[in-house]
């Protein structure tokens, strides 16, 4: 092989090399790890994105529910041993039942593909709260009925199914479904 030829697959060999992307690990850390939100508003975390490895590389941010949960930046762009911490919002839908779940967020590595994941958890709080309210006491002849008129208002924020009951006395209803705000 001549000089030329060499040459011109050591450049070959070179622009190829030179042409592959490395890909980093990443280490993912949630604060807090758990946390509560109402049904009405949000809880907010804090995850820090670090590039674990030897080579620059872009990380995008994902979530298990993203219909629930928002990540700001969504991409981070790391050079080697830099962490980054991003923003993370878990809201939860008004039809989710009251609980503790748990998510992922995940770090995807634009280089390689490779996905680091943490687990965090939230407690779903629904806002049950009831006002109920009677006519004033009544005086009744012995054998007349004493008929008293009780209102039930759903002042949470949600809809609810309320079980009514009374120490004394028959009630024409022993459950009542209210939209949030209804009597």
């Known amino acids: 092989m001549n000089f030329h030829n060499k040459l011109g697959l050591l450049t070959a060999t070179l622009v190829l090399t030179t042409g592959l992307v490395s890909a980093s690990p990443a280490a993912l850390n949630l604060f807090p790890e758990s946390s509560s939100a109402r049904i009405d508003s949000f809880t907010s975390y804090e995850l820090e994105v670090e590039n674990t490895g030897p080579a620059k590389d872009v990380y995008t941010l994902s979530s298990s529910s993203p219909a629930e949960i928002t990540i700001a930046p969504q991409k981070t762009e790391l050079e080697p041993g830099e962490s980054e911490t991003v923003n993370v919002w878990f809201n939860p839908r008004t039809d989710r039942d009251e609980g503790t779940y748990t998510f992922q967020l995940t770090a995807e590595s ?16 629904k806002d049950h709260q009831v006002e109920v309210s009677a006519e004033e006491s009544k005086t009744a002849c012995l054998g007349q009925k004493a008929v008293y008129t009780v209102e039930v208002e759903n002042t949470g924020i ?3 199914e309320f079980s009514v009951t009374s120490d ?3 009630l024409s209803r022993n459950s009542v479904n209210l939209e949030d705000g209804e009597t």
Request: net charge negative; charged share 25%.
């Open 168 to 170: 004394f006395g028959q």
């Open 158 to 160: 949600q809809p609810e």
């Open 110 to 125: 634009r280089a390689s593909g490779d996905r680091f994941s943490e687990t965090g958890t939230v407690e779903v709080i």
